[in-house]
């Protein structure tokens, strides 16, 4: 595999895309981000780092992944072909990786022998944790108390990979505080600690470093999907997005392309119990124009500008931003963004699970959802990609105590419920419906 990374436009000389984006963050870091700009602009042109990556990506993680025609969810759509984009396929089951193991490359070129991360889903930090392994460098991995109960057992693969998880009380016990904590560590720390920002949000230069090692994603479709179906774009791609690192990889090489030659590019977001029950994650549908993590974005905030606490059922996604890139798509209508509830992604996970037997990622569920939407209004001339972007083994016990709760309720208890349940036949795969 080689690798040229790819040459997209770039954020302005404030690192914005529009207005959103740029540096907000004590003074104390701009040295430290600038020392990371001019690394990361040498390593993009030096072939040593470039074979080097193309290495580890082709014989360490696997790629290509693979691009795989869901059949019998297309058939049970009825209409565009659903292409699945197997992320989950990658080594560490999420495409976290392509970005780590290209930033603790940076990192160890860089002279940093110490790396931090934040996680939510455990994915991130996993492969934060896999990468310093390899590397033989120091990890850190700030991780909030609430997502260290919903992902027992990534908490313990970093650990067993060597890495300390801090857990973090803070706020909501979530991302956005694993956040918070991380980038105090890296203020106190900046001298010899690389920061691994695991989406496409925080100060430039984060969110276009990270596009750019994600963009492997969406590259690899375009070669792939000229081989399968004879054309290089396909009518839609579908992502979810929280910060929005897997979605960026996927809608990137495409984004800017003229638009007549651009497919429809739709982010899903974590609409939690609705955007109008205020327990959602949905940036763009529900949140305004503040400041979080060194970044201009969308976010949930108040009135005051007080951070709104985000709900999903799925750990990757419970964040109350979106990343500036894909804030400037969402004005500039280069691509839309969809709310997906936390009841349509369960009914997403089930649906690919018992359809394709491949169990997806809570989060790539909610873009799993709307595909099959999407592919009825498409019509059966359509093609659509969807980006698995993990797969689903650390939501299983997750899933399993919210299906079990879900069963318990009182509406599922109800005697009409329960007579009709028990005059109704086991139902058959093809009638699960989305």
Known sequence: MSLTLPTYPQPDARGRYGRFGGRYVPETLIPALDELEQAYNAAKTDPEFLNELARLLTDFVGRPSGLYLAQR?????????????????????????????????????????????????????????????????????????????????????????????????????????????????????????????????????????????????????????????GRAAPDAIVACVGGGSNAIGIFAPYAYLPPAQRPRLIGTEAAGEGVDSGKHAASVAGGRIGVLHGSLMYLLNDAEGQIVPPHSISAGLDYPGIGPEHCYYSETGVAEYVPVTDAQALEGLQLLTRLEGIIPALESAHAIYHAVQLARELGPEGVIVVNLSGRGDKDVAEVMRLLDLEAQSPEAQSPEALSSAAQSPEPQREEVTA
Not at 135 to 150: P, S
Not at 154 to 165: I, P, T
Not at 186 to 192: A, Q
Request: contains cysteine; glycine residues 8%; charged residues 25%.
């Open 73 to 229: 969810l297309t058939d049970h759509a009825g209409g565009a072909k659903i292409y699945l984009k197997r992320e989950d396929q990658n080594y560490t089951g999420a495409h976290k990786i392509n970005n780590c193991l290209a930033q603790a490359l940076l990192a160890r070129r860089m002279g940093k022998r110490r790396v931090i991360a934040e996680t939510g889903a455990g994915q991130h930090g996993v492969a934060s944790a896999t990468a310093a392994a390899l590397l033989g460098l120091e990890c850190i991995v700030y991780m909030g108390a609430e997502d260290i109960r919903r992902q027992a057992m990534n908490v313990f693969r970093m650990k067993l990979l060597g890495a300390e998880v801090r857990e973090v009380t803070s706020g909501t016990s979530t991302l956005k505080d694993a956040t918070n904590e991380a980038i105090r560590d890296w203020v106190t720390n900046v001298r010899d600690t690389f920061y691994i920002l695991g989406s496409v949000v925080g100060p430039h230069p984060y969110p276009a470093m990270v596009r750019d090692f994600q963009s492997v994603i969406g590259e690899e479709v375009k070669v792939q999907l000229q081989d399968l179906e």
